[in-house]
């Protein structure tokens, strides 16, 4: 389903991620495919540009899931915003504001990152995943289909931050213990209570069993306790 | 009489959310994401004085800030703004940007009043008042039963304690707000809401529209948890903005808004008296309280609806009991309904007593509880067997030890407690549509939160006509559809169900009579259908006395264990048994008791709003500095359904959250031998009860108003009649 | 957020070239983000210097262990080498935020971060540090302010990664016009003790480029207490960096923070440790002359018996033992 260091959901051959980019700059052992070289040179140029942008309202393209998104924005307008109210894919929400919720997270070259603390015009160049982008041809992701058959989604609201966050820990860490689904989800709060349902969901999607935790007395027992 | 079948096929069974799959592809829209076209967005100016006067708002530099589409004053005249947070005006604008802008350059023109945000100072003679003509704390309402002061004198153990609970905030994720458009003479708002029809009425009158000119859609909403029923100010600011300008606004509320003027659960300031005979029942109580629900408590509500008081004595049979309360008005915002209202204070002081009572007695706690919980109630009855299961299943005989015996830096504890809760159904309209193809959708007025609603309307149409919940429609959430009350305590499952109930038998006999099929269920439908024609059949239906029942009782045992040396606590286990009637569907009836556990232990141990006394804001309007309980603190939770499927449908998603932070704060003090009496038990209060900290003596934990009823003179006030304890 | 404008740097060179005298650089954003947000901080430029290069190697160096300033915490914390070799600073690391602060977050902006005091990052109070006429903390709601208070501004320092290289001994490197120099992690700070209205010791318009730790490996440790279980700010946390020759100590170092708007550190503890057996006895002596000159405040004095507790903890740790789980 996905290569190693690229984001699995979303097909863009010709966006060269930064997070690749860096590391073609940064260690010469990474030996820059030939073919890659010519691109390589315009994504130096790309991102070494200078140039002051704004504060007025500047072209900004954004790869989501998969497609190459050209908006006009002021430098001060969020990944979050942009994705949400500017490409209208409403699925990540605007809950804190402030990085300490993790509504908003999407994957950005496959890594959990929360897109409330980024700038759009700071995310060009990056491959963007949201929920949107995870399900195709109206097929669940695993992790979207264990959320739904262990319940765990109240309000719902909460639900596509761990969705994308958890499906970034599958695709690096296929088998996790209980104990990697909690750290991973540290970073995202549910307030209807879910969170021992999401730990289900994130083990049955990885194909690990787990206990239920709950039972159910009927009248009969009630009487005879 | 109608009843529930007896061997169902899903009733009781567990099913999928019917709307999962809308929920984890990012699909549902909720309020906040309703993007019409042409839609502009909406901001609200609030106060950052904590009391002032405003003379004057000028808006004409926000007007001339480029995209912005209407400037209006929440009100023209003078006025006093009597908290941090309070509206006084509101933008619209065609992006985010500009509505930030604009608000900058609002000029106020407001004179600074004294506040008092400090419950404790409020309640002094000479503290700053809310409204002039009122000392800030009312008098207080009296309820007395038997012969108190006697049977305090008769008394062979005597206990006091001093205990509050902080101001918790609601903090649903989806914050506050609507998405309004007026066309024409109709308005039509996407509020995330509880209450549809309570927005719609408050939002006709404030606006002086005909009540059937106004729409409110609610399709999904993140979260209320009792802070979501009328439309706010934020809902008339908002229709006030798309009636001035044409367009659809989109106005949700920042999360730092969310923490002032929307909602909290009132604080609690409990002075406690118990008197028990040597046998250990407890025949005398009295309980001295206060506490605020912002600036709308005390004596002069000025139009709000806050109260701070709780049911008192909570749950144990006594004989003797004296109580009385009065609510203090501080310069904050309201509080509103928060799940269980008053119930999880009551739970927390009347539990943590009775655990000093029992350590005084030398009893266990259990045995304690069970000596008392004695009252002739159907909840305290079941309450009783709960007892019992929950100690087998707990092993509470094997792990309890008395107060502070557990060896070693790191000491385990146990404690439990108990809650109750009423609920039970209300009248509820719905109907149903049946079509030639045998489609079949339901409308139902009502909301669903979360709670999984819409899944139990399906669940139980397709039970009574024999298919699978996913091939029924249910919608919910609209005012065109036939009416339903607000989602609140714990009243829908019991109001809906029966409902459907009802317009399913109702549209069976009408199926029966077009088709001539005696049975027209199950494998008969589609045949049964296709007589219909080209007109769908539409049955309507109501709620049914005898489908569903009030009054529950749960328990809950926590373990946990306590560094002593840096007050850390980890929360090992909650233990939730809780008594719940007719399951309609198991796996969402779970989600909510762990839903409930999970808020209480937020109660427990984190949460609490800061307000500051010096410039008198809400210090932490962020995740930040109010935590939540996150992934890392969650404790292994186990649930007990107690099923009584003959009581018909009860609601669960209050009574699971009350016992919680008690069953916590005691097992604290059973690990560490010490009591914290003030929410949440945070490690410096637990360093300072072990007296630990040199400039915080453990009895100074709970604060300085031990006195207050003295200095009140609250011994002049007689009783007054009004609802009592919880059983 | 105010209009700011945005450019993105790719030297040194051109970062100060970009950056004025109302800019501020934008590397992980999660910090400087939240400040502009709030209005507390209006940039009018924000350059970003995430792609400067070299900038993001962790390098093993002939003396020990280079680390460059775009380093993300994950990295950090994720790196095989430095988890072998000095574990107390994975263990710092994995305690930063959540997974997607550390995903984003960088090592430079760790230690650069702006005071985290509830007043100072308040839009509705303006605190001695914004510029206002008192310290509001000092007179009111000061839970999680330092325990070390004789200063003008009493937030103190809430970076993980600043006490464990403390701790290490490591040192700053910082781009300040045409210069280059190096900042010792314990002088990091300082400013900010006198200076209410600095964060730490760098000037606008300073850029860190790396950070370097001149030790290859050394048994080291790091520990912290907060209210919640993980994604919480440290109530005080320690790091202790030493070698142990038998039972003997050897070069250790203290380091703690959250208690002052310094690292706290003190050379009288180091020095009193050196070559002392560890026991209960000692690790509580080195504690008191580690608090010994703190002040606390009306809602901190907790912070002096869990600073107590972590001080003899990492020490024990250094050691292999668990000392909160051993019964006395």
């Given at each position: 389903m996905q290569g190693k260091n690229k984001s699995p959901h979303n097909n863009s051959p010709n966006s060269l991620s930064r997070r690749e980019f860096l590391k073609g700059v940064g260690t010469?052992?990474?030996?820059?495919?030939a073919s890659q070289a010519e691109q390589l040179a315009a994504q130096i140029k790309e991102v070494s540009d200078e140039k002051v942008h704004g504060p007025e309202a500047v072209p900004v393209t954004l790869h989501v899931n998969g497609e190459k998104r050209k908006l006009v924005l002021e430098?001060?307008?969020t990944l979050l915003e942009a994705i949400?109210?500017?490409?209208?894919?409403?699925?990540q929400k605007e809950v804190?504001?402030?990085?300490?919720?993790?509504?908003c997270t999407v994957m950005v070259d496959g890594v959990p990152q929360y897109s409330c603390m980024k700038l759009a015009v700071d995310s060009q160049n990056e491959d963007i995943t949201t929920?949107?982008?995870?399900?195709?041809?109206g097929q669940l992701n695993k992790v979207q289909q264990a959320f739904i058959e262990c319940d765990s989604?109240?309000?719902?609201?909460c639900t596509p931050g761990f969705v994308v966050n958890l499906t970034a820990l599958l695709d690096h860490?296929?088998?996790?213990s209980e104990a990697d689904v909690r750290e991973a989800c540290s970073g995202n709060l549910c307030r209807c209570g879910t969170y021992p349902r999401i730990f289900d969901a994130a083990l049955k999607a990885a194909g690990v069993k787990t206990k239920s935790r709950v039972q159910i007395l009927s009248a009969k027992d009630i009487i005879n306790a | 009489m109608p009843s529930w079948p007896?061997?169902?096929?899903?009733?009781?069974k567990s099913t999928q959310r019917v709307d999962g799959p809308e929920k984890v592809t990012g699909e549902a829209r909720y309020s906040s994401d309703?993007?019409?076209?042409g839609w502009i967005y909406g901001m609200i100016l609030r106060s950052q004085w904590p009391n002032a006067k405003i003379h004057s708002i000028d808006l004409s530099a926000a007007r001339n800030v480029?995209?912005?589409k209407a400037a209006i004053k929440v009100r023209d005249d003078e006025f006093v703004?009597?908290?941090?947070?309070q509206e006084l005006a509101a933008v619209a604008g065609t992006s985010k940007q500009a509505c930030i802008d604009a608000l900058l350059l609002i000029k106020v023109d407001a004179t600074d009043i004294a506040f008092v945000v400090s419950e404790e100072t409020a309640i002094n003679p000479d503290s700053s008042r809310?409204?002039?003509?009122?000392?800030?704390i009312g008098e207080p309402k009296v309820r007395e039963n038997g012969e108190v002061d006697k049977a305090f004198a008769q008394s062979a153990v005597t206990v006091e304690g001093l205990y509050a609970t902080q101001i918790q905030?609601?903090?649903?994720?989806?914050?506050h707000g609507n998405t309004a458009h007026q066309q024409g003479d109709n308005l039509t708002v996407w509020a995330s809401t509880q209450g549809v029809f309570s927005v719609r009425d408050g939002l006709a009158s404030n606006l002086e529209?005909?009540?059937?000119?106004v729409r409110v859609i609610?399709?999904?909403?993140?979260?209320?948890?009792?802070?979501?029923f009328g439309p706010g100010v934020e809902g008339v600011l908002v229709s006030r903005l798309t009636q001035k300008t044409g367009l659809p606004v989109k106005l949700m509320l920042p999360r730092y808004d969310e923490a002032k003027a929307v909602g909290n659960r009132p604080s609690s300031f409990q002075k406690i008296r118990m008197g028990a005979d040597a046998d250990g029942k407890i025949i005398a109580f009295e309980l001295n309280s206060f506490g605020t629900?912002?600036?709308?408590?005390?004596?002069?509500?000025a139009g709000g609806g806050g109260r701070a008081g709780f049911p008192s004595p909570y749950l144990y049979n006594i004989p003797n009991t004296r109580v009385r309360q009065a609510g203090v008005a501080v310069n904050t915002g309201s509080s509103r309904a928060f799940r269980a209202p008053g119930h999880p204070q009551a739970s927390f002081g009347m539990e943590s007593i009775m655990d000093e009572m029992a350590a005084r007695l030398n009893m266990d706690p259990l045995d304690f509880r069970l000596k008392n919980?004695?009252?002739?109630?159907l909840p305290a009855e079941i309450r009783r067997k709960e007892w019992k299961i929950a100690a087998e299943s707990f092993g509470w005989k094997e792990k309890y030890n008395p107060?502070?015996?557990?060896?070693?830096?790191?000491k385990k504890g146990i404690g439990l407690a108990g809650g109750t809760w009423g609920g039970g159904g209300r009248g509820t309209q719905a109907e149903c549509q049946i079509n030639s193809d045998g489609s079949v959708e339901l409308r139902c007025g009502t909301q669903d939160l979360g709670t999984g609603t819409r899944t139990l309307m399906a669940i139980i149409a397709a039970e009574i006509f024999g298919l699978?919940?996913?091939?029924i429609t249910a919608r919910l959430g609209?005012?065109?559809?036939p009416p339903s009350g607000g989602s609140?305590?714990?009243t829908t499952a019991a109001s809906v169900s029966p409902a459907i109930y009802d317009i399913c038998h109702n549209a069976l006999k009408e199926l029966g009579e077009v088709s001539g099929m005696e049975d027209p269920t199950g494998n008969q439908w589609f045949a049964a259908c296709?007589?219909?024609?080209i007109q769908p059949l539409i049955v309507q239906g109501r709620w049914q006395e005898g489908l569903s029942s009030r009054g529950v009782g749960g328990v809950q045992m926590a373990e946990v264990e306590v560094?002593?040396?840096?007050?850390f606590i980890k929360l090992n286990k909650v233990l939730c048994v809780q008594d719940c009637g007719l399951v309609v569907n198991k796996l969402a009836t779970e989600s909510q008791a762990n839903g409930g556990v999970i808020m209480g232990v937020g109660y427990a141990l984190y949460e609490e709003r800061i307000m500051d006394s010096?410039?008198?804001?809400?210090?932490?309007?962020?995740?930040e500095n109010y935590k939540l309980p996150g992934a890392q603190d969650m404790p292994e939770i186990e649930i007990i359904l107690m099923e009584m499927?003959?009581?018909?449908v009860i609601g669960i998603g209050e009574p699971v959250t009350i016992p919680t932070a008690a069953a916590i704060a005691n097992a604290v003090a059973n690990a560490?031998?010490?009591?914290?009496?003030?929410?949440?038990?945070t490690p410096d209060k637990v360093l300072a009860a072990l007296g630990k900290v040199p400039n915080k003596p453990?009895?100074?934990?709970?604060?300085?108003?031990?006195d207050f009823d003295q200095k009140l003179n609250w011994s002049q006030y007689s009783p007054t009649q009004e609802e009592g304890g919880g059983h | 957020m105010k209009p700011f404008q945005y450019a993105t740097a790719s030297s040194a060179d051109g970062a100060l070239e970009l950056c004025g005298k109302n800019d501020q650089f934008l590397a992980g954003g999660t910090d400087i983000l939240g400040e502009v947000k709030e209005f507390v901080s209006n940039p009018g430029r924000l350059v970003n210097i995430?792609?400067?290069?070299?900038?993001r190697e962790i390098v093993e160096t002939d003396t020990g262990w280079k680390l460059g300033a775009n380093v993300t915490i994950a990295e950090i914390a994720a790196h095989e080498g430095l988890r072998r070799a000095l574990p107390g600073l994975t263990q710092a690391a994995a305690k930063v935020g959540s997974p997607q602060i550390r995903n984003m977050g960088t090592l430079a902006g760790n230690l650069a971060q702006h005071s985290r005091c509830w007043y100072y990052r308040h839009r509705d109070v303006q605190c001695l540090k914004n510029?206002?006429?008192?310290?509001y903390a000092r007179e009111s709601?000061?839970?999680?302010?330092?325990?070390?208070?004789?200063?003008?501004?009493?937030?103190?320092?809430?970076s993980n990664m600043a006490v464990i290289l403390a701790a290490l001994e490591a040192s700053v490197n910082i781009r300040r016009g045409k210069q280059t120099f190096d900042i010792k992690m314990a002088e990091f700070y300082m400013v900010a003790w006198f200076n209410p209205?600095?964060?730490?010791?760098l000037k606008p318009a300073d850029l860190i480029l790396e950070v370097n730790i001149p030790v290859k490996t050394r048994s080291c440790v790091y520990l912290q207490v907060s209210?919640?279980?993980?994604?919480d700010w440290a109530l005080v946390s320690c790091a202790a960096a030493g070698d142990l020759d038998g039972n003997a100590l050897k070069n250790v170092r203290v380091a703690l923070g959250?208690?002052?708007?310094?690292v706290q550190e003190v050379e009288d503890a180091n020095s009193f440790l050196e070559g002392k057996e560890l026991d209960r006895r000692t690790a509580s002596m080195a504690a008191n002359i580690i608090l010994e000159e703190a002040e606390p405040l009306e809602h901190n004095g907790y912070k002096v018996p869990m600073a107590r507790a972590l001080i003899r903890r990492a020490l024990f740790k250094l050691a292999g033992i668990n000392l909160e789980r051993e019964t006395s």
């Open positions: 010469t052992a990474v030996a820059a495919a430098p001060r307008v949400r109210e500017h490409l209208n894919l409403t699925g804190c504001d402030r990085g300490t919720c993790g509504a929920v949107e982008g995870l399900s195709s041809n989604l109240m309000c719902g609201y860490n296929p088998k996790p | 007896t061997e169902p096929v899903y009733i009781g309703i993007h019409n076209e480029p995209g912005i703004a009597h908290y941090y947070g809310v409204f002039p003509d009122f000392p800030n905030m609601h903090h649903c994720l989806e914050t529209l005909p009540q059937n000119k609610s399709d999904y909403m993140g979260g209320g948890f009792g802070s979501k629900s912002g600036f709308t408590s005390g004596p002069s509500t919980d004695t009252h002739d109630s107060p502070g015996s557990s060896k070693g830096t790191i699978k919940p996913g091939q609209d005012t065109l559809f609140g305590g714990s296709r007589k219909i024609g560094d002593t040396e840096t007050g010096l410039s008198g804001v809400v210090l932490n309007p962020n995740f499927p003959e009581r018909g560490i031998g010490a009591r914290v009496p003030t929410l949440p038990i453990a009895d100074s934990l709970a604060g300085n108003w031990g | 995430k792609n400067l290069p070299g900038t510029g206002g006429a008192r310290c709601e000061n839970k999680y302010h330092s325990i070390f208070s004789g200063n003008p501004c009493i937030s103190p320092v809430v209205y600095a964060h730490n010791s209210e919640k279980s993980d994604f959250a208690i002052s708007p310094m």
